[in-house]
Nanobody, 126 residues
């Protein structure tokens, strides 16, 4: 399985922006569908965004549509999450996860994703 490591979290003001990165190693990252998920204190983990292995298909949670953009650069083994117009309710630990040839439908369902990163904290102040 590919190992995933996130970076780019931190503190932002409401209305600000952050870009998260998810770097894969130890396998064929270009074959992996990848998603971003988040978990706020006291809440269940929720789906944020997903991208297919080739980057041609993306899906977003309704709460982030129009504000967040997922993309990937397979030459760099990296998936990005550009987060704009951040809101305090976006505060959470963000994790990336994926699996070989995972469809975006499967990623949305968090179904059998074999590779998970450790997570990066995003805090948005009002």
């Amino acid at each position: 399985q590919v190992q995933l490591v996130e970076s780019g979290g931190g503190l932002a003001h409401a209305g600000g922006s952050l870009r998260l990165s998810c770097v894969g190693s130890g396998g064929t990252f270009s074959t992996y569908g990848v998603g971003w998920f988040r978990q706020a204190p006291g809440k269940e983990r929720e789906f944020v965004a997903a991208i297919s292995s080739g980057g041609g298909t993306t899906k977003y949670a309704d709460s982030v549509k129009g504000r967040f953009t997922i993309s990937r650069d397979n030459d760099k083994n990296t998936v990005y999450l550009q987060m704009n117009n951040l809101k305090p309710e976006d505060t959470a630990v963000y994790s990336c996860a994926g699996d070989k040839f995972a469809s975006t439908v499967r990623i949305v369902a968090m179904s059998g994703l074999g590779s998970w990163g450790q997570g990066t904290q995003v805090t948005v102040s009002s």
